[in-house]
DNA sequence: CATCCTCACTGGTACGTACCAGACCGTACC
DNA sequence: GGTACGGTCTGGTACGTACCAGTGAGGATG
C-alpha cells in the first residue's frame, strides 16, 4: 500500500497525486490494468475531482495512461510511452515511471568553446554559464551533462536551484519557454573521467547527444549529454503519418 | 471582429472556444502578442474561467501559446514543422549523399528467438528467414544488421537479389510496403566477432538500433542493426510537438 | 430464449467560488 | 532621487456542484 497522503504545502496537490498514480501504475499495476475511479480516487486522496483529473490529464498527455469514456482509466503499454521528442531530462524520466534527481557539480561564467560560442550567436569574448550536472532516475546515475547558457538574457542562473528540471527555471523564471532544438546524437566509449561520474566500468558505451535549444529565435542552451547506453533506450514510432502522402518513403 | 458566440450544441463549448482562440492568435494577433486576459475572456465568450483555462491549456500544450505567470498568455512563434522519416539503409545513405552497398554474410531458414517470435507474432516452432548483412557506405562498413522475416507472407526471399534495399523489395516483388515500426536505441561496446565485422577495433562504441516493422497489421521484420557510433551520426529536428518524433537523418 | 430497458457505474463538460502567487505601477516616504 | 509599500492587474490552485454521455450487467418482457 502506498497511499501516501497529499498535504497542502509547497508542492501542489495535483502534482503529488501525479506521482502517486505513477507509482501506482508502474510498480503495483500494469501494463492494460484499470486505476481505480476517478470518484474513489477523490475519496481515497481526500481531494477535488478537478485535483483528481488534471493529475490524470498530465498522465494522459504524457502516454502513460488512457482514458476509455464510460468504462474506465487504463495504464498504457510501455511501448506507446516513450515517443522522441522535445523533453527535458525530468519529463523523461518522469513518463518512464522513474524519479529524476540531480547533482549539481557546478556552474560558473566562462568562455565557451568556438563551436558553442557559434551556435549560442555569441562573441567570441562573451562568456557564458557553464553549467555541469549529473542526473539521476530512481537514484542510479544515467547521463552527465555540460550545458552552455548565454549570460544576456539569463542574469543569477547561478542563484537558481539547478537540481531539478532547467527548462522550467528557463520558462517558468525567465519567461523563456525551450520551443525547438536540433540534436545530433552519436556513440562514445566512456573515458576514466565520465566513467567515474556516472560511476560505471571504463569504456562502457555511451550515447552521446549534442543540443541546441531555442526559444523562438534565441539559441538558450548548448548542451551535450553522455547518457549510460546500457542503462538509457531510446524508443521511436515510425507511424504512417510520417511517411506524408508519396508511396515510397518521403524524402528531406 | 470574430468574437462568434459560443453554444450549447454537440460541439463542446472549449473546443468551440479554443478554435476561436486560434483564430484571433493566428489571424488577428501575432508571435509575441499577449491575448485578452482569462476574465476578459470569460466575460466576451460568456463562459467560465475553467472552460476559458481548458481552452487555453490545450493550445499551450500545443505549443500555440505560452502563459506567464503575472504576466499573461501569449502567442508563440510558430513551431518548426517536425516530420520523421521512416528510411532503409539505403535511403538513409544516399540522402546523405553517400553510396550504398551491402556484403551479404547469409539467408537460411531458422528457428527464431522467442522475442523475434513474438514481436512477428509467430508460433514457437514457426522458421522465419534470417538475414545477416554489411551495409557499407563509401565502400567503408557503417553497420551489422540481423534481420528475421517470416516466410509465410515472403516465399523465395533467399532467391532474390538482397544487395540493395530489401525494403523495395518487399514492396515490389511482394506487394507489402513498409508503413510503420517501432524502433528502440540504445548503446553498445563491439564484441570480436562484430568488430571483426565492421572491420574497427575491439570495444568499438555502437548505437545498435532494434526495428519491428509493419505492413498494416502484418509484421514483417524485426531487425538489430549495429552501428559504428564513430562513423554514424544521426540529427533530428525537436518541435514541442508531444506527439512528433523527427529523427532526420544528415551527414554526420 | 432473445430482446429490451433500467440502473449503476465510468469518464466528460461546465458552472461558480475562493484564495494564492507573480508582475507591475504609482505613490508615499526617507 | 531612490526605495518601500500597496493596489491591482495577471495566471495558478483547489474546492464543490450539477448534469451529460458511454458502458455493461441484470432483470423484466415478449
Chains 1, 2 share one sequence.
Do not use: C, N
Amino acid at each position: 500500500m502506498t497511499s501516501q497522503t497529499i498535504t497542502d504545502g509547497p508542492r501542489s496537490k495535483h502534482a503529488q497525486l501525479r506521482d502517486a498514480l505513477v507509482e501506482l501504475a508502474v510498480h503495483e499495476l500494469g501494463p492494460d490494468a484499470a486505476i481505480p475511479s476517478e470518484r474513489v480516487l477523490m475519496s481515497t486522496y481526500d481531494v477535488s475531482r478537478s485535483t483528481v483529473r488534471k493529475s490524470i490529464d498530465s498522465l494522459v498527455a504524457d502516454g502513460l495512461l488512457r482514458r476509455i469514456h464510460g468504462k474506465g482509466t487504463f495504464v498504457s503499454r510501455p511501448r506507446l510511452e516513450s515517443r522522441l521528442h522535445l523533453a527535458s531530462f525530468s519529463q523523461d524520466m518522469r513518463r518512464r515511471g522513474l524519479t529524476p534527481s540531480t547533482v549539481l557539480l557546478g556552474i560558473e561564467p566562462h568562455r565557451p568553446p568556438v563551436d558553442v560560442a557559434a551556435a549560442l550567436d555569441l562573441d567570441d569574448d562573451a562568456r557564458a554559464w557553464r553549467l555541469d550536472r549529473v542526473r539521476l532516475a530512481d537514484g542510479q546515475p544515467i547521463a552527465l551533462e555540460r550545458g552552455w547558457y548565454p549570460q544576456a538574457p539569463l542574469p543569477d542562473l547561478d542563484r537558481r536551484d539547478l537540481s531539478g528540471s532547467l527548462y522550467e527555471i528557463l520558462k517558468d523564471g525567465y519567461g523563456l519557454g525551450i520551443d525547438a532544438a536540433e540534436q545530433t546524437l552519436w556513440g562514445e566509449s566512456a573515458d576514466v573521467a565520465t566513467a567515474r561520474r556516472l560511476d560505471a566500468p571504463l569504456h562502457t558505451p555511451l550515447l552521446v547527444f549534442r543540443r541546441v535549444s531555442r526559444s523562438g529565435d534565441l539559441p538558450l542552451e548548448h548542451v551535450v549529454s553522455r547518457y549510460r547506453g546500457d542503462r538509457y533506450q531510446i524508443h521511436m514510432s515510425l507511424g504512417p503519418d510520417a511517411l506524408g502522402p508519396a508511396p515510397r518513403t518521403t524524402k528531406g
